[in-house]
């Protein structure tokens, strides 16, 4: 069965500090992978996807993700935290063979200090 | 940037009444999602719908829920008689080209059963 996993559930970093959250997946077939951000009482914002192509993909707000296919991850980084990006990240993959789902992983709360 | 719109924010039913979540995809989207959110868990698929009818649900799409898309813009999700365990942000997504693109998501509709 399909599956995303997020290890990390809280994760607090100090502003200006440079940020890795991890996503690992579980798939029989060859994943789409997207990174969506959700501030508290918002909707879920589309921070960057992969499809195929170069592995490290650029995204919103100067996040970046890279997609190991041996590792099966697609990690999130951003160089330098602000207090603004303090928001829970929810790490998703589908795949044209199991239909128009997509599979999230549970989130990282990033909680940023100053 | 087109937005998926969804109404209301917040609906407060008692257990056993029905419920409509609204929602209005963005206008040249051809498939619609909804997902769920309890407070705590991990975002999970519910439905799409494509071309009027169903494509794909999960096993929490039993039959208090259906979808419909009543006219050109609206998508609802039906809830014919609400439990307790109903309670969780609801969004709705659409993307233009199914799980071969990336969704874009309301900002939710928190549901609450008394």
């Known amino acids: 069965a399909q599956s995303v996993t997020q290890p990390d559930i809280h994760i607090t970093v100090s502003e200006g500090a440079s940020l890795e959250l991890r996503c690992n997946y579980s798939?029989?077939?060859?994943?789409?992978l997207f990174w969506y951000v959700q501030s508290p009482g918002q909707g879920l914002q589309l921070l960057l996807k992969?499809?195929?192509?170069?592995?490290l993909v650029q995204g919103i707000k100067g996040f970046e993700a890279e997609f190991k296919r041996s590792q099966s991850s697609f990690n999130l980084r951003k160089p330098s935290v602000h207090w603004s990006d303090a928001a829970e990240y929810f790490c998703?993959?589908?795949?044209?063979?199991?239909?128009?789902?997509?599979?999230f992983g549970a989130g990282t709360i990033l909680r940023v200090k100053s | 940037e087109p937005e998926v719109t969804q109404t209301p924010s917040h609906q407060v039913t008692q257990m056993g009444q029905e419920v409509i979540l609204r929602c209005v995809p963005i206008?040249?989207?051809?498939?619609f999602y909804w997902y769920r959110q309890i407070l705590g868990q991990k975002v999970e698929f519910l439905v799409s719908?494509?071309?009027?009818?169903?494509?794909?649900k999960s096993e929490i799409f039993d039959d208090q829920f259906s979808v419909e898309r009543p006219d050109g813009s609206n998508f609802t999700l039906k809830i014919r008689s609400t439990k307790l365990e109903d309670s969780a942000m609801y969004f709705c997504?659409?993307?233009?080209?199914?799980?071969?693109?990336?969704?874009?998501f309301g900002n939710g509709t928190r549901l609450t059963v008394t």
């Open positions: 206008s040249n989207h051809l498939y």
């Open positions: 998703a993959v589908g795949a044209a063979e199991y239909g128009n789902k997509l599979v």
């Open positions: 719908f494509y071309n009027n009818e169903i494509s794909e």
């Open positions: 992969y499809f195929s192509g170069d592995t």
């Open positions: 997504a659409s993307s233009d080209q199914g799980s071969n693109s990336p969704l874009h």
């Open positions: 798939y029989g077939a060859t994943p789409y």
